[in-house]
T-cell receptor, first 117, second 110 residues
Framework: DAGITQSPRHKVTETGTPVTLRCHQT?????MYWYRQDPGHGLRLIHY???????DKGEVSDGYSVSRSKTEDFLLTLESATSSQTSVYFC????????????????FGPGTRLTVL | RKEVEQDPGPFNVPEGATVAFNCTYS??????FFWYRQDCRKEPKLLMS???SGNEDGRFTAQLNRASQYISLLIRDSKLSDSATYLC???????????FGTGTRLAVRP
């Protein structure tokens, strides 16, 4: 299994509080991603990073920010959590990018279950 | 219309059965195709890539039909351990983004 950890694995918080989720990898992969997974939706990309300090928005980036100061760590921050951000959050990594036709394999972390009350 | 559509199932089959899932995609510019497997409350894991010529990995066969814009996954001789959700995933020719279907749930019974 790829060396990806996420912390915390479970979190319950209240509306309006800031929350930071951490993704840590030991594979030295260049690309890192944050997704959320909700019933009735496929995994949806929040933000991704293609190198240290290089990040870009995904399709559901509103209300989220990210930072990557080291190759191995990718942080996802909810500045002011809302109930609509209750979800399962997955981090993923890939050695190279996903642009076809040579889209690389993504490896996913174990996920963080976030509940916003 | 969703970019990637899958029948959510569940498909409930006995051990040893053959089962097939289809997935349709809306963007004709889609270039790369994958099947991922996700066990309950676990992370998705790559099952197999889907190539234009079709490909096989043991009991699993994936096919791509570009004209009709669908991919399929065939599982032969189903095992209890095949019970999971199967995610169809596509990517475009540009941009670092995978598009995931909502998944098809398979339950294999003894």
């Amino acid at each position: 299994d790829a060396g990806i950890t996420q912390s915390p694995r479970h979190k319950v918080t209240e509306t309006g509080t800031p929350v930071t989720l951490r993704c840590h990898q030991t594979e030295n992969h260049r690309y890192m991603y944050w997704y959320r997974q909700d019933p009735g939706h496929g995994l949806r990309l929040i933000h991704y990073s293609y190198g240290v300090k290089d990040t870009d928005k995904g399709e559901v980036s509103d209300g989220y920010s990210v930072s990557r100061s080291k190759t191995e760590d990718f942080l996802l921050t909810l500045e002011s959590a809302t109930s609509s951000q209750t979800s399962v959050y997955f981090c993923a990594i890939s050695e190279s990018g996903l642009a076809a036709p040579f889209a690389d394999t993504q490896y996913f972390g174990p996920g963080t279950r976030l509940t916003v009350l | 219309r969703k970019e990637v559509e899958q029948d959510p199932g569940p498909f409930n089959v006995p051990e040893g059965a053959t089962v097939a899932f289809n997935c349709t995609y809306s963007n004709s510019a889609s270039q790369s195709f994958f099947w991922y497997r996700q066990d309950c409350r676990k992370e998705p894991k790559l099952l197999m890539s889907v190539y234009s010529s079709g490909n096989e990995d043991g009991r699993f066969t994936a096919q791509l039909n570009r004209a009709s814009q669908y991919i399929s996954l065939l599982i032969r001789d189903s095992k209890l351990s095949d019970s999971a959700t199967y995610l169809c995933v596509v990517t475009l020719s540009s941009g670092d983004k995978l598009t995931f279907g909502t998944g098809t749930r398979l339950a294999v019974r003894p």
